[in-house]
């Protein structure tokens, strides 16, 4: 078996030379410097430039891996010279050339981001070869570290963002069991704008919310936490119905970044004690009714369109529909059902959802949403996965002790974005 060290230097072999552009106006220099190539052991193209205005126009034609830079040049001179060719080529390793009197400068050139300096007159062949590709490898190594920092710092901006979509359920007495899952599209690396929302007013009513903004990336993502945060505050000022949409719309309206983006919602209540739902659809899809018995029906009250569509146009019915006792809803986002089905074009689509669901009838509430989304991404493996984000939120009224209300104040939050299955559960 080979070594590490020979596996690197047969992976180093297989790579191209690097390409070290050489910005000296001295040809005496410029021959040295040649000579030096030559006799290293880093095989390299070396390319020679007299001047900075030379040394931009070789910039812009290709990109060296390196640029052995000279501070006393006809049109730059000292420190400028580094932050010139770092304004054109930000990515390029920089090795300064000073003279025998200059180290102290060639210091100096190092703090203002240069990779490394030689001094002229005192660089053996192997010390060049080695300083160069020291120097490249440290850019390299600079550039992965903002990368990774450019990274986690998004990381946490989504997460803060996420958990302002994705809320603790708000529920003060028992007999309501909620659990509630958040899945990222495939696409991890942009947050959606899928939010959901419960409260439970003094009254004993408990409200939901699902919700989804048009579109990725973070001002999708924050105008869904506006939302939601918009949808809390009107529920317990006592704003419901058509007039609590209309209120949504227009903070949409403010706060939307582009003048094409729309949210869909569906906004439910259901009185304590009651054996019925007020529904009010926005252009969102419908519902799984789940009953006692096991048995899963598709529940779609009237709706009006998504918020954005048809500004200042009250279309939001409300309608109210029957919940049998021991029932249970379950709310979603269209991510759920919209991928596609093995390598076709056909997608599973809300039939094929509600025979999913039906087959699932009989599980307890975590366990079917959790396998009805692992179903759902199973079926779009082929084709890499859902590739849209997925809420989903199981409102289970079963009336019996304290169960449910112990669960909320025990339950984790456990949203994260990048992983497979998860948000926040609340288990009675």
Not at 206 to 229: F, K, Q, W, Y
Not at 254 to 282: C, D, M, N
Request: charged share 20%; with cysteine; proline share 5%.
């Amino acid at each position: 078996m080979r070594s590490a060290i020979e596996s690197d230097a047969a992976t180093a072999r297989q790579l191209p030379p690097p390409l070290v552009l050489l910005v000296e106006d001295d040809p005496g220099d410029a021959l040295l410097v040649e000579e030096l190539v030559a006799d290293s052991a880093l095989k390299m193209r070396l390319q020679w430039v007299r001047s900075m205005a030379e040394a931009r126009a070789a910039l812009a034609l290709e990109v060296p891996d390196c640029v052995l830079l000279d501070l006393h040049l006809p049109d730059a001179q000292g420190l400028e010279a580094v932050s010139m060719i770092r304004s054109h080529a930000e990515q390029v390793a920089v090795v300064v050339l000073t003279g025998l009197a200059e180290e102290e400068t060639g210091s100096a050139a190092v703090a203002a981001g240069a990779q490394d300096y030689l001094v002229k007159g005192r660089v053996e062949p192997e010390l060049f070869g080695r300083a160069v590709r020291y120097a490249i490898q440290r850019k390299q190594g600079e550039q992965a570290a903002v990368a990774l920092q450019a990274s986690q710092m998004q990381a946490q901006e989504n997460a803060r963002l996420e958990r302002g979509l994705l809320p603790r359920p708000l529920l003060n007495s028992a007999g309501v069991n909620v659990v509630a899952r958040y899945r990222p599209g495939r696409a991890q690396a942009l947050l959606g704008g899928d939010f959901y929302d419960i409260v439970q007013s003094a009254d004993g009513t408990v409200h939901a919310l699902i919700g989804d903004v048009s579109g990725h990336g973070p001002d999708e993502a924050a105008l869904g936490v506006a939302l939601r945060i918009a949808w809390r505050t009107l529920v317990l000022s006592g704003v419901t119905g058509a007039e609590q949409v209309g209120r949504l719309e227009e903070i949409m309206l403010a706060e939307r970044v582009k003048p094409y983006v729309f949210a869909t919602l569906t906004s439910l209540s259901v009185p304590a004690g009651a054996q019925h739902v007020r529904l009010i659809r926005a252009g969102h899809p419908g519902m799984l009714l789940r009953t006692a018995e096991g048995g899963v029906e598709w529940m779609e009250a009237a709706g009006g369109p998504a918020l954005g569509v048809a500004p200042g146009v009250p279309l939001w019915p409300v309608e109210e529909l029957p919940l049998p006792a021991g029932s249970a809803l379950v709310l979603f986002t269209d991510g759920l059902f919209e991928g596609h089905i093995g390598k076709g074009r056909e997608r599973l689509g809300e039939a094929g959802l509600l025979a999913l669901a039906r087959e699932l009838g009989r599980l307890a509430p975590a366990a079917f949403v959790d396998t009805l989304i692992q179903r759902a991404e199973g079926l779009a493996e082929e084709q890499g996965g859902l590739a849209d984000d997925v809420a989903v939120v199981h409102l289970h009224w079963h009336g019996d002790g304290e169960g449910p209300t112990r669960a909320v104040a025990e339950g984790r939050y456990k949203s994260s974005i990048g992983k497979s299955s998860i948000g926040e559960q609340c288990r009675g």
